[in-house]
């Protein structure tokens, strides 16, 4: 039988049970403004995360790590630079980490994921709005869930102050940085 979502009360949720990020299928990106008037996109390379589905909702759960040194802008210096104690300071803080607190159902596949999300040595709480987009075996008969995760952050609750001003009285590096990520799991 292939794995499907399961609907309850008008709200389609992953199939109970511990669910562990395919990092080959899935991915962790980032937006931020250059400049004020382009957009710069990057990704992280290395991350894992644990979804923990709950029979009860309130007790669902998921977990997520991202390696800084991993960052890819497609830009080797920039990379470097972000990786540098300007920002990220990979070489002293290594991982940033997520922990969901609460997950609320927001009606069909959409939930509100609630959590700790620790950058440096700053934790502050952040929402990610989720959709469930699916479940299914894959051809090697494990059983999959597809979600993708919506956010924002400003970079400057973190501790990622580094800034240069323009002549024109605007800022290299924008504050709010977008996050998203696609996730393809597998049941243990």
Do not use: C
Request: net charge negative.
């Amino acid at each position: 039988m292939a794995a499907e979502v399961q609907t309850e009360k008008g709200i389609v949720r992953v199939p109970t049970g511990t669910w562990h990020v395919d990092p080959a299928h899935s991915s962790v990106e980032f937006e931020i403004k250059h400049m004020m008037i382009s957009t710069v996109r990057g990704r992280f390379k290395e991350f894992e995360g644990t979804i923990v589905a709950a029979e009860d909702i309130a007790n669902s759960r998921a977990f997520g790590v991202v390696k800084t040194a991993s960052i890819d802008t497609n830009q080797a210096d920039r990379d470097a630079h972000l990786r540098s104690p300007e920002f990220f300071d990979a070489e002293r803080y290594p991982e940033m980490r997520f922990e969901s607190t609460r997950i609320e159902p927001l009606g069909g596949p959409r939930f509100l994921v609630v959590g700790q999300l620790t950058i440096k040595d700053a934790t502050r709480e952040i929402d990610l709005e989720t959709t469930v987009e699916g479940a299914e075996r894959d051809p090697w008969g494990n059983e999959r869930v597809g979600m993708r995760a919506r956010g924002a952050i400003s970079r400057k609750d973190f501790g990622l102050t580094w800034n240069q001003a323009l002549e024109t009285g605007g800022v290299v590096v924008g504050d709010e940085v977008t996050i998203l990520i696609d996730v393809s799991a597998v049941k243990d």
